[in-house]
């Protein structure tokens, strides 16, 4: 019952993302600039998750930074990159072109690190069936995104 609940939020996530993406793009347009979309994007999400910090007397997790290996921290780069990066593209490929494509790289992509099992990814082996079916969706999203 639980898995259940939890892959609905998964899917209601995907949702979600398909349209608070683009609203960065809306936002960049108003604003002129995508790096000032992006700075009040974080922002507002620093806000947020201080608010829901505050909330639930997480703060004393923080002291346990000195546990976490300096290398996953870049994992903030790399989210400000993909918010800057995709606040870019939309305007310029089109909202389901270019969700098309991050979730094509995001299902290879996790394929190996499942298969890796790696980044608190429980070990889950790439077989034939788990690579025919990669490939299905990359070869629907290939007819999905052509002229």
Known sequence: MLKM???????????????????????????????????????????????????TQDFQALSNFKAVHPFFFLSGFVSAFMVLGSTFLIPQLGARSFFVLFVAGQILMAMLVSHMGVLTSPHDPITLNKAVGAAFVVAGIMISISK
């Open 5 to 55: 609940l939890y892959l609905t939020i998964a899917f209601t996530m995907g949702a979600i993302t398909a349209i608070y993406i683009p609203m960065n793009s809306v936002v960049a347009r108003g604003l002129g600039s995508a790096v000032a979309a992006n700075i009040l994007f974080f922002c507002l999400a620093f806000t947020t998750t201080l608010l829901i910090s505050a909330l």
